[in-house]
Nanobody, 126 residues
Framework: QLQLVESGGGLVQPGGSLRLSCTAS????????IGWFRQAPGKEREGVSCINSRGVSRNYADSVKGRFTISRDNAKNTVFLQMNSLKPEDTAVYYC???????????????????WGQGTQVTVSS
């Protein structure tokens, strides 16, 4: 069974940090670009960040640039999202998704992605 599982969400105070993980089972992530998306209550899903299959190209939404860092460890079949300087507006369910491509760049176009995780809740509140 092909599956993506997110972990690392939780409750954190403004200015705090969290590290999300996205681990694949049933398939290797080596040939997949990975995207992180989020959806807050009453809002549309938005792309947060993505990384290409080799980990050399990354993109970020303007709202998280300079605060979030995406990385991957293909040996561990896992992609990470380090989130620093968290703000209340970062509160959302965060999803990772996999897109089978070995292109040199990545895109944060949700409908293009092949597999999705179940999501992990991130709440930033004092």
């Amino acid at each position: 069974q092909l599956q993506l599982v997110e972990s690392g969400g939780g409750l954190v105070q403004p200015g705090g940090s969290l590290r999300l993980s996205c681990t694949a089972s049933g398939f290797r992530l080596d040939y997949y670009a990975i995207g992180w998306f989020r959806q807050a209550p009453g809002k549309e899903r938005e792309g947060v960040s993505c990384i290409n299959s080799r980990g050399v190209s990354r993109n970020y939404a303007d709202s998280v640039k300079g605060r979030f860092t995406i990385s991957r460890d293909n040996a561990k079949n896992t992609v990470f999202l380090q989130m620093n300087s968290l703000k209340p507006e970062d509160t959302a369910v965060y999803y990772c998704a996999a897109l089978r491509t070995v292109q040199a760049t990545c895109v944060m176009t949700g409908p293009w992605y092949d597999y999705w995780g179940q999501g992990t809740q991130v709440t930033v509140s004092s």
